[in-house]
């Protein structure tokens, strides 16, 4: 969501949003007063003594012993207490309201790895299961069972309960390991919504034991793009009308609020995490993420971790920080790392200039009482000050009544608070122009007045047709659902993109997955027009792409209940599209093909991944000589394995070794760098008797050798190992070419397992 909040806050709910910010804003502000601040704080595990296992009550009496002396004493009393959390599960440390002082004494004690301020992370803010190939009573959704007995648990918002899409119509009581609670007061949660609870604001202080309910939008939203139930007759203004369904129908869904409209504290999400481990869950999605930070002090990195130790598949987005290079969120190779894409449809906005030329863009909102017969005098904002008003950012407008504005894209405001501000200033209908860097990349929004979003080049072109006449006038065509763009998918601008910076040996995203215009459900109605329950909301982000894997993910493993949390992403990304549905390569926001740091093994293909022939797995304890690797302390990787850990025996191997489904490959031109050697092994899980071939692009100056060449199968669970060295030619690197791309595949009757290729030259 972050720069894109825009898209979730509008209309009425803002002010109620606004306020409730900074409700917790002024809560945070006291606490600064006295000079504390929440710490996540990493500790060794206590010595046991006889058996190896700790009660929770053994271990939240070692971590009392880091506190400062006086809090021991006064934590019994009046005073509150320090410890916001209690890890147990996924990492083994605490949460705590500290002073840097008492942190620095902490520092002395024995058993003490490492502490630092938690972060607050923010949220990465439906036609689309048919675009996939999920269809009712059909192939994979059938085979899977829509993901019966399977439960996925979201981290986000919270959740609207009683909206339908949550009814348990079709869905089984939940399988007898699940643990969960459901803290709606009265509120009976049910087949569907098997659990909800709240850890939102605990380390931020606020009151615990309100119920999860979604203020804001966005948790709704997720949990019903993974496993939302089917609706009937959804729509938002009138548009894209059609059935509401998650990916997951019939899985159980499991709610953890952590975030509100400040964002997710990383001590509240942890704690989620540790609680949906013992609550058992099968899936855990979440939509939210900050910078890179090395995975010993990211508290995503380190609870996914904990999780996979237990089998759990963790899908996190990738962020909306692109299209610049290096911004991906989430880049632990235990995690999916999912990418935004556009469907295969528009809700038209066609901009209709004086000289007859027409531009076509988007907009949710669609007025049935905007005359487009009427040509509107045009202006460009930029015109009437400097740069901030060709934002049209807050306040900036002047003399605008009655025209059509051509705003652009950036600045302080929102996309749709442009749109407000013209409105504020008198003004008719807006073309809201994409920056450069956003290139052909527009989004369907709920405008608050009538609007087209159109690309940069036909910003452009508007913009010198403005020049070309002293009486330039436009409107707006307002054309609705257009199902078939046959660019789709395409990489959206804001999707983040890699190379990682955490991990440069690994390859992020793994995946993308739809992200634009994304309908799902919503706690109240936007348009007004919406008189039932069944209320919706259209928006945009990784946010949204991350739960449609979320539910894919939840739809394998009750397909592939044997699958390990790698198997089943291996699955995922070796099937994965690397074309449009107009047969060429998958493009970007440029409209030129998008690059592997932009689409990871490319565009999800769930029926596909039901049946990759052969999966590349991992064990959790395959991922320790990866972290020695990457030059982490033992100290430190034992805050991600949580056992004990010594580089020195076990050995270090390169990023590039760990048993990946993708290559990214750092190749330089002197005698150690030019020339490297990896292995892979691939696990049969199709046919019994299967002989794979190999076929092989090799990226850009780059030798690719691989041995052998030919894989033969005779039993399944059968592994083979086989060995890929990468060695550069002369002049590599030396070209001015980045990167190269190409990919390994193996490929028999019945599949093609792919992997892509990308090396980054270096020196
Ligand atoms: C641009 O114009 C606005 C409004 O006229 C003014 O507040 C702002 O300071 C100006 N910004 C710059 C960078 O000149
Ligand atoms: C919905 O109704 C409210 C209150 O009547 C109004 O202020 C708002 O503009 C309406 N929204 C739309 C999209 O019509
Ligand atoms: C780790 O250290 C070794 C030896 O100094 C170096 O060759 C290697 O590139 C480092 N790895 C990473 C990921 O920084
Ligand atoms: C696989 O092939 C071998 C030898 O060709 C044959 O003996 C065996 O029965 C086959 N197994 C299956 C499951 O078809
Ligand atoms: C494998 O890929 C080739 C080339 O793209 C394609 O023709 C073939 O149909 C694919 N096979 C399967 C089983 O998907």
Redo the contacts with the bound molecule.
């Keep these: 969501m972050e720069s894109k909040k825009c898209v979730v806050l509008q209309m009425q709910i803002v002010y109620l949003l606004c306020l409730l910010f900074m409700s917790s804003l002024s809560l945070a502000a006291d606490e600064e007063q006295n000079g504390m601040q929440t710490y996540i704080v990493w500790v060794e595990k206590p010595v046991a003594q006889g058996s190896s296992a700790q009660s929770h009550e053994d271990l939240e009496s070692w971590y009392q012993t880091f506190l400062p002396e006086s809090t021991i004493a006064t934590s019994n009393q009046l005073s509150k207490p320090r410890i916001v959390h209690a890890y147990h599960n996924v990492a083994t440390g605490f949460a705590a309201k500290l002073t840097p002082e008492e942190v620095k004494a902490m520092e002395k004690k024995p058993g003490f790895v490492s502490a630092y301020p938690e972060a607050i992370l923010p949220l990465h803010t439906t036609h689309s299961p048919n675009f996939l190939g999920l269809n009712q009573g059909l192939g994979f959704w059938k085979g899977s069972n829509y993901g019966k007995g399977v439960i996925i648990g979201v981290l986000d918002t919270g959740v609207s309960p009683d909206h339908p899409s949550f009814s348990d119509a079709g869905v089984p009581p939940p399988p007898a390991k699940w643990k969960g609670k459901c803290e709606f007061n009265g509120r009976v949660c049910n087949n569907k919504l098997i659990g909800a609870r709240n850890f939102n604001g605990i380390s931020t202080g606020q009151p615990a034991g309100d119920p999860p309910l979604d203020q804001e939008g966005h948790g709704t939203h997720t949990s019903s793009t993974a496993a939302g139930n089917f609706v009937k007759g959804a729509a938002v203004f009138g548009m894209v009308k059609g059935t509401a369904v998650g990916m997951a129908p019939y899985a159980h869904l499991a709610i953890y609020r952590v975030c509100s409209v400040a964002g997710c504290a990383e001590g509240d999400i942890l704690a989620a995490m540790d609680a949906a481990v013992d609550d058992g869950v099968d899936v855990l999605s979440l939509s939210l993420g900050g910078f890179s930070r090395p995975f010993y002090s990211d508290g995503v990195a380190v609870g996914a971790f904990g999780a996979i130790q237990k089998g759990i598949f963790v899908s996190c987005s990738a962020g909306n920080s692109g299209p610049s290079y290096s911004t991906s969120s989430n880049e632990a190779p235990w995690i999916l790392t999912v990418g935004a894409s556009t469907i295969d449809r528009n809700i038209r906005a066609t901009a209709r200039l004086g000289n007859k030329k027409e531009y076509n863009g988007e907009s949710l909102f669609q007025p049935n009482n905007f005359n487009s017969k009427i040509m509107l005098p045009l202006v460009d904002a930029g015109s009437l000050g400097n740069q901030t008003t060709a934002f049209c950012d807050p306040g900036t407008l002047k003399n605008v009544k009655g025209k059509i504005v051509l705003c652009e894209r950036g600045g302080a405001g929102g996309r749709i608070d442009k749109g407000a501000e013209v409105k504020r200033a008198g003004g008719a209908a807006m073309i809201l122009m994409n920056q450069r860097i956003d290139g052909f990349s527009t989004l369907a929004d709920p405008h608050v007045l009538p609007t087209a979003h159109v690309s940069y080049n036909a910003g452009l072109k508007i913009k010198s047709y403005l020049k070309s006449t002293t009486k330039p006038t436009a409107t707006i065509l307002f054309k609705g659902t257009v199902i078939g763009d046959k660019h789709a998918p395409s990489v959206a601008s804001f999707s983040s993109r890699g190379p990682s910076t955490a991990?440069?040996?690994i390859l992020k995203p793994d995946i993308t997955g739809p992200g634009v215009s994304i309908l799902a459900t919503w706690p109240v109605s936007v348009d007004n027009a919406t008189k039932s329950k069944a209320t919706f909301n259209i928006i945009s982000g990784t946010s949204m792409s991350c739960p449609h894997l979320s539910g894919i993910a939840a739809l394998l493993k009750g397909s592939h209940p044997d699958w390990s949390p790698a198997a089943i992403k291996s699955a995922i990304m070796t099937t994965a599209d690397v074309h449009n549905l107009g047969g060429k390569s998958i493009v970007d926001q440029t409209l030129k093909a998008a690059d592997l740091f932009a689409i990871g093994a490319g565009h999800v293909n769930p029926s596909k991944a039901n049946d990759p022939g052969l999966v590349y797995d991992t064990q959790p304890n395959n991922y320790i000589q990866y972290l020695c690797?990457?030059?982490y302390t033992d100290k430190q990787i034992q805050i991600i394995t949580q056992q004990t850990v010594d580089c020195s025996k076990i050995g270090?191997i390169?990023?590039a070794q760990l048993n990946y489904p993708s290559f990214s490959i750092i190749i330089g031109s002197n005698k150690?760098t030019k020339s490297q050697l990896y292995t892979r092994t691939v696990k049969n899980v199709g046919e019994a008797n299967s002989t794979y071939k190999l076929d092989i692009l090799a990226p850009h100056k780059v030798d690719v050798n691989v041995s052998p060449e030919v894989l033969k199968f005779t039993k399944v669970k059968q592994t083979i190992t086989y060995r890929v060295k990468f060695v550069a030619q002369d002049g590599a690197g030396k070209d001015g070419v980045l990167f190269g791309k190409g990919y390994l595949r193996w490929v028999s009757d019945k599949h093609n397992v792919t992997s892509p290729i990308v090396v980054i030259f270096g020196s």
């Design positions: 991990s440069p040996g690797g990457l030059n270090a390169p990023e150690k």
